[in-house]
C-alpha cells in the first residue's frame, strides 16, 4: 500500500500570503493518478487537482499543482477568506486508493 | 446536474450489518464508476473501495475484505455499500463519490454525495 506523508500538519497564515503544502509518497506515483481535496467542517469534499497539476471545473487559478513521483505541492498563491480548510492529497495505484492524513490551513 | 444523494443516518449495535445507498443523477450512471470513502469523527478520509457502474467489477480496501460488498443497480442509478459485523471503530460518515474511470478506477472523485452518519453503539 502506497503511504501518503503531507507536510505540515498545520499551516497557520494570514489571508493573501502563500501556502505550499507538501505530499510525499512511501514509493512512486502516477502523476494522472494524484489528486488534491479541500475539506471544510461539516462539509464532503471537494475536487481542486487531479493528474497532479490540472485544476477541476470552477477552481481558482489561486490554486496550482506540481509535482511528480513521489515529491507533490499544492501551492495556493493568495489566500483567500474561503480558503481556510483541511487539505487532502490522494492517489490511486495497483488497484488501491490512499489519501494523505490532512494538511489544515488555519488563520493566523 | 450532478448530484449523488445518500441514505439517512443510522445506528446500529456491533455485530450488525449497514447497507447505505447512493442514488445517482444528471449523468449516464454507466459512464462513470462510484469509491467510497469514510471519515471517522474528527479523523481524515479513507478509501475503502470502487466498483463500475458499467461491469460490476470492484476493488477493496484490503483492511475491508471480507466485510465489505459494493454493487450497483444500473436500473435505479443506484451504488450500495454493506459493511457486516460493525465494529466501533466503523463509525464514520461514509460518502459515495462519483469516478471518472468507467471500466477502470481513474481516482478522481468529482462529485460527492452529503455523507451518511453511521454510528455503532451497544
Known amino acids: 500500500e502506497i503511504v501518503l506523508t503531507q507536510s505540515p500538519g498545520t499551516l497557520s497564515l494570514s489571508p493573501g500570503e502563500r501556502a505550499t503544502l507538501s505530499c510525499r509518497a512511501s514509493q512512486s506515483v502516477s502523476s494522472s493518478y494524484l489528486a488534491w481535496y479541500q475539506q471544510k467542517p461539516g462539509q464532503a469534499p471537494r475536487l481542486l487537482i487531479y493528474g497532479a497539476s490540472s485544476r477541476a471545473t470552477g477552481i481558482p487559478d489561486r490554486f496550482s499543482g506540481s509535482g511528480s513521483g513521489t515529491d507533490f505541492t499544492l501551492t495556493i498563491s493568495r489566500l483567500g477568506p474561503e480558503d481556510f480548510a483541511v487539505y487532502y492529497c490522494?492517489?490511486?495505484?495497483?488497484?488501491?486508493?490512499?489519501f494523505g492524513q490532512g494538511t489544515k490551513v488555519e488563520i493566523k | 446536474q450532478v448530484q449523488l444523494v445518500q441514505s439517512g443516518a443510522e445506528v446500529k449495535k456491533p455485530g450488525a450489518s449497514v447497507k447505505v445507498s447512493c442514488k445517482a443523477s444528471g449523468y449516464t450512471f454507466t459512464s462513470y464508476s462510484i469509491s467510497w470513502v469514510r471519515q471517522a469523527p474528527g479523523q481524515g478520509l479513507e478509501w475503502m473501495g470502487w466498483i463500475s457502474a458499467y461491469t460490476g467489477k470492484t476493488n477493496y480496501a484490503q483492511m475491508l475484505q471480507g466485510r465489505v460488498t459494493m454493487t450497483t443497480d444500473t436500473s435505479t442509478s443506484t451504488a450500495y455499500m454493506e459493511l457486516r459485523s460493525l465494529r466501533s471503530d466503523d463509525t464514520a460518515v461514509y460518502y459515495c463519490?462519483?469516478?471518472?474511470?468507467?471500466?477502470?478506477?481513474?481516482?478522481?472523485?468529482?462529485?460527492w454525495g452529503q455523507g451518511t452518519l453511521v454510528t455503532v453503539s451497544s
Open positions: 463519490a462519483r469516478d471518472w474511470g468507467a471500466t477502470a478506477a481513474r481516482g478522481v472523485f468529482d462529485y
Open positions: 490522494q492517489q490511486y495505484g495497483n488497484s488501491m486508493g490512499t
